[in-house]
């Protein structure tokens, strides 16, 4: 992902990075890769922890172009369904086997967002989807008992990661 140029820190920068898709999907497809190394000793710590692996080639690629006029950033995206805990058909099985996985998801969620963050480059949390139905919304909604509130997710997000200047929202994707 690319941008022009804007100020951050008194500096024209540009920002660029890398877009990771999988977190939109992640609770209905647990034990595929995507930034979670599974501890599957512990149900409720089946994916707190971020994989070093894939964490660390991404700040490597990322650390590589960042100077005083690149802003480098990693934009993540999220489903507003599973930080809210709204169980949908497509993750109710793991979300029955698995104790607290919306809690889970929120945790490695964080946990990126720190070790991006610590590392002085921009996390981009993105609404890509409501819930993890087939069919995609064309605009953000208001909750349901299957799709997770836009509105309520923003506030929840707001609230956790406002003061992080280095915490971008992309209020919807998809």
């Known amino acids: 992902l690319s941008t022009t140029a804007i100020r951050y820190n008194g500096k024209a920068v540009q920002v660029q990075g890398f877009a990771v898709t999988c977190l939109e999907y992640l609770l209905r497809g647990i034990g595929t890769e995507c930034m979670a190394e599974y501890n599957w000793s512990d149900a409720s710590n089946i994916i707190t922890t971020p994989n070093q692996a894939q964490v660390d080639a991404l700040l490597g690629y990322m650390s590589q172009n960042a100077n005083e006029h690149v ?8 489903n507003a369904g599973y930080w809210l805990d709204v169980e949908t058909p ?13 809690e889970q998801y929120r945790t490695l969620v964080d946990r990126l967002v720190a070790t991006f963050t610590e590392q002085g480059m ?5 609404l890509h989807w409501n819930d993890d139905v087939t069919e995609q919304e064309e605009m953000a909604l208001r909750g349901s008992a299957t799709s997770g509130d836009s509105v309520e997710f923003w506030k929840s997000l707001a609230e956790r990661y ?4 280095l915490v971008w929202f992309e209020l919807y994707n998809e």
Do not use: H, K
């Open 162 to 165: 406002g003061a992080n200047e």
């Open 122 to 126: 921009v996390v981009i949390l993105d």
């Open 90 to 102: 497509n993750w109710a099985a793991n979300r029955a086997t698995y104790p607290q996985l919306a």
């Open 71 to 78: 802003l480098p950033a990693v934009r993540f995206s999220l």
